[in-house]
């Protein structure tokens, strides 16, 4: 595999970075590494900045449990639906990317992957992935609550199941003109639990991005497993204007 550099959005990512929870950069040809600490191994040691974040903990947890489950994860269908209007080169942000399924069925056809997330051990679950295919994978342990993005970057953002309203302007700003926002996350329906900010209110997601060029945007109703109720989730495609 060719030996390569981390991408100047990983840089800038560390010299821009105001918060305290960027804890690691991890590329496809070095161990996970502390920002301003010596190299770990990823597969048998956590981070401690990382352990203290609750949502961290719990999503460590959860990918340790059910690693062989999540390393067979197939990519998201609004993904494939549109994958043929996507590049096939260039920059592809995966925020929230957890072990960047999705991110891997862009790599796949020839982007470069950069993807962000708070938990340590799903990234490293996503490095296994990529080395498996022989794919460069780039990517920072990052709370995407203190986000900063460079200006006219990326070619493809993708943001599946995961809301901060913090994140919007950021993608507007970071996609280069012409650029794609492929996004789908969940919508409230009454009842929605003790994290309400973690819903999209109706309408909420297309407002954000309606000066953008809408290719597809859709309400879906998903089935829960354990109840007989469901879910409503946003799907939006749109792309920056040139």
Do not use: C
Not at 105 to 120: F, H, P, Q, V
Not at 149 to 155: G, Q, R, Y
Not at 193 to 206: A, C, K, R, V
């Amino acid at each position: 595999m060719e030996t390569r550099q981390p991408p100047d959005v990983l840089k800038y990512l560390r010299l821009n970075w105001k918060g305290d929870s960027v804890y690691s950069l991890i590329d496809s040809n070095s161990p996970v590494s502390l920002l301003a600490s010596s190299p770990l191994n990823a597969g048998k040691r956590d981070f401690p900045h990382t352990m203290s974040h609750l949502d961290a903990r719990r999503w460590n947890a959860r990918y340790k449990r059910e690693s062989q489950t999540w390393l067979t994860h197939k990519p998201k269908q609004l993904l494939v639906d549109f994958l043929h209007l996507l590049p096939s080169d260039g920059y592809v942000l995966d925020a929230a990317s957890g072990v960047a399924t999705n991110g891997l069925e862009l790599a796949r056809r020839g982007l470069k992957t950069i993807a962000l997330d708070i938990s340590s051990v799903g990234l490293a679950l996503a490095k296994q992935r990529f080395q498996m295919e022989d794919l460069n994978l780039n990517a920072a342990v990052i709370d995407l609550k203190h986000l900063q993005l460079p200006k006219d970057k990326f070619d493809v953002i993708l943001n599946f199941n995961f809301l901060e309203r913090k994140t919007f302007p950021l993608y507007r700003k970071a996609l280069k003109p012409g650029g794609w926002l492929l996004f789908e996350t969940f919508v409230r329906n009454g009842e929605v639990g003790p994290h309400p900010e973690y819903y999209l209110n109706s309408g909420e997601l297309l407002g954000a991005f309606e000066d953008f060029d809408i290719v597809h945007t859709k309400q879906l109703k998903i089935p829960r497993k354990s109840r007989d109720t469901f879910r409503r989730i946003d799907q939006l495609v749109a792309r920056k204007p040139m």
